[in-house]
T-cell receptor, first 112, second 116 residues
Framework: AQSVTQPDIHITVSEGASLELRCNYSYGATPYLFWYVQSPGQGLQLLLKYFSGDTLVQGIKGFEAEFKRSQSSFNLRKPSVHWSDAAEYFCAVGAQNNDMRFGAGTRLTVKP | GAVVSQHPSRVICKSGTSVKIECRSLDFQATTMFWYRQFPKQSLMLMATSNEGSKATYEQGVEKDKFLINHASLTLSTLTVTSAHPEDSSFYIC????????????FGPGTRLLVL
């Protein structure tokens, strides 16, 4: 069965600093990988996804993620964080026509 | 992009009553919709998978008689919480998978349920 681990429950970074959120997955086949962002009291917005091809995926809001099969990882990065990026970030793994499993989430706080 | 709506956005009800939550895909067709539950400061937990024209598939531990799901069309799925109790208070989020592409789930804005 697929599973997702986000090792960091809470991360604080200064505005303008770089960001990396970690995600490790367990899946028997080639996974579909996703990163979503959730603001308080809101639904989830898709940041980016990886299905196949180039392992470095570009998403919205300046985010990118890199799929590393050897490490079973799909870490999310952003070179310069903005105060509006403060939110909860969820990594998810799924497969075509199957349901998705979510990580526990990482809460991002941005210091001025 | 694909838009999914939920109605209502928040609801307060008395214990013992039933509450219906609607999930609609606004600009695409969805053969499959998913219902999640999210407790404060926790991740999303899949409750059930709803397929258009057939019975929903429930995750282990989710009571199908308590959480009734109907997926009558390619753009609408409903979740009815029957005989709601305070422990059912939660944030319920639906998602819909595009019929054409099939890989990506698009999420609704969620429904906050408070049972008094």
């Amino acid at each position: 069965a697929q599973s997702v681990t986000q090792p960091d429950i809470h991360i604080t970074v200064s505005e303008g600093a770089s960001l990396e959120l970690r995600c490790n997955y367990s899946y028997g086949a080639t996974p579909y990988l996703f990163w979503y962002v959730q603001s308080p009291g809101q639904g989830l917005q898709l940041l980016l996804k990886y299905f196949s091809g180039d392992t470095l995926v570009q998403g919205i809001k300046g985010f990118e993620a890199e799929f590393k099969r050897s490490q079973s990882s799909f870490n999310l990065r952003k070179p310069s964080v903005h105060w509006s990026d403060a939110a909860e970030y969820f990594c998810a793994v799924g497969a075509q026509n199957n349901d998705m499993r979510f990580g526990a989430g990482t809460r991002l706080t941005v210091k001025p | 992009g694909a838009v999914v709506s939920q109605h209502p956005s928040r609801v307060i009800c008395k214990s013992g009553t039933s509450v219906k939550i609607e999930c609609r895909s606004l600009d695409f067709q969805a053969t499959t919709m998913f219902w999640y539950r999210q407790f404060p400061k926790q991740s999303l937990m899949l409750m059930a998978t709803s397929n258009e024209g057939s019975k929903a598939t429930y995750e282990q531990g989710v009571e199908k008689d308590k959480f009734l799901i109907n997926h009558a069309s390619l753009t609408l799925s409903t979740l009815t919480v029957t005989s709601a109790h305070p422990e059912d208070s939660s944030f319920y989020i639906c998602s819909a998978r595009d019929l054409v592409t099939g890989e990506t789930q698009y999420f609704g804005p969620g429904t906050r349920l408070l049972v008094l």
